[in-house]
């Protein structure tokens, strides 16, 4: 079993939906949660980062911890053509040399 | 600012060819990393650095060496190229952990068919 499993899609969505993309883990030890975004072609640019549980919310995008579950969760709402893309949850710890165990990645489609 | 620069960007190799992938970082970061990322598999780590003159196994590092003899460069070296490693191959760099973020800057990636 992997340690980070994501929700695999794809996914297509029309514009101004809400989209929910997904993760479930299984290290307790992960205290730093990330999602990246990967345009067709391009590498991963971070788009979010958390601390712990909670909720952090940037513009449209939203991201959830809840670590009790190991389940974390982005938001994005009023969705547009323009975050159709691959996103990716990473997490990682203090212990292990700055790496991040990533998730497979979900394709997001939205349609005009 | 660059931020992480991959050279080159589209190679093909024939089978037992070798080749240098040179990454490159202008943000005085201390750790660097290769992936590969392949359908469906998400990104795997090969080897990563924690500093200049270190290196790390990953995930999956067989048939892949490297070397980070400067702080900026980190450099993936294939000795003998097998058809298993058509990838894509990102490397990246983080800054040092003490602080506690481990966010990572990606390079465009380098696309590597091996025929």
């Known amino acids: 079993q992997k340690e980070v499993e994501q929700d695999p899609g794809p996914l297509s969505v029309p514009e101004g939906a809400i989209v929910s993309l997904n993760c479930t883990y299984s290290?307790?030890?992960?205290?730093?949660f990330m999602w990246y975004r990967q345009y067709s072609r391009k590498g991963p640019e971070l788009l979010m980062y958390?601390?712990?549980?909670g909720n952090k919310e940037d513009g449209r995008f939203t991201a959830q911890v809840d670590k009790s579950s190991k389940y974390i969760s982005l938001f994005i709402r009023d969705s547009q053509p323009s975050d159709s893309a691959t996103y990716l949850c990473?997490?990682?710890?203090?212990?292990?040399?700055?790496?991040?165990?990533f998730g497979d990645g979900t394709t997001l489609t939205v349609k005009p | 600012n660059a931020g992480v620069t991959q050279t080159p960007k589209f190679r093909v190799l024939k089978t037992g060819q070798s080749m240098t992938l040179l990454c490159a970082q202008d943000?005085?970061?201390?750790?660097m990393y290769w992936y590969r990322q392949d359908p469906g598999m998400g990104l795997r780590l090969i080897h990563y650095?924690?500093?200049?003159?270190?290196?790390a196994k990953g995930e999956v590092p067989d048939g892949y060496n490297v070397s980070r003899l400067k702080k900026q460069n980190f450099l993936l070296g294939l000795e003998s190229a097998a058809p298993s490693q058509t990838s894509v191959y990102f490397c990246?760099?983080?800054?040092?952990?003490?602080?506690?973020?481990?966010?990572?800057?990606f390079g465009q990636g380098t696309r590597l068919t091996v025929v």
């Open positions: 990246a760099s983080s800054y040092s952990t003490g602080g506690a973020r481990t966010e990572a800057f």
């Open positions: 290290n307790s030890a992960f205290q730093y």
């Open positions: 958390t601390y712990s549980s």
């Open positions: 990473a997490m990682g710890d203090n212990t292990n040399a700055g790496k991040s165990t």
């Open positions: 943000m005085n970061h201390e750790y």
């Open positions: 650095s924690v500093g200049e003159g270190t290196t």
